[in-house]
């Protein structure tokens, strides 16, 4: 088992900075791919940006540019930096866990979401 805590939502102008963090409950040496997703009022819950174990990225088109994932593996620790955030970007925000297994589908796990909001 994973749990996540999320932390660093709130409400931001057009145009401003903000930085969320996940904090895992075990080494993030053990677990393989983490990420952030987002899910706005009415929408299916979309990826934002995802770093593996060895430091590979991936972001949403929607964000690459604006947003930057990264890790601190000593503190079990993946932010998300969001600059030039955009009133679209407007989501709970959740931070995902996720295990690859030998057989079978992958465990994924997910914290509680946190809320930003862009608005002016």
């Known amino acids: 088992q994973v749990q996540l805590v999320e932390s660093g939502g709130g409400l931001v102008q057009p145009g401003g900075s903000l930085r969320v963090s996940c904090v895992a409950s075990r080494s993030v040496f053990s677990i393989d791919v983490m990420g952030w997703y987002r899910q706005a009022p009415g929408k299916q819950r979309e990826l934002v940006a995802t770093i593996t174990n060895n430091g590979s990225t991936n972001y949403a088109d929607s964000v690459k540019g604006r947003f930057t994932i990264s890790g601190e593996n000593a503190k079990n620790t993946v932010y998300l930096q969001m600059n030039n955030l955009k009133p679209e970007d407007t989501a709970v925000y959740y931070c995902?866990?996720?295990?690859?297994?030998?057989?079978?589908?992958?465990?994924?796990?997910w914290g509680q979401g946190t809320q930003v909001t862009v608005s002016a």
């Open positions: 995902n866990a996720r295990r690859f297994m030998a057989y079978g589908p992958p465990n994924d796990y």
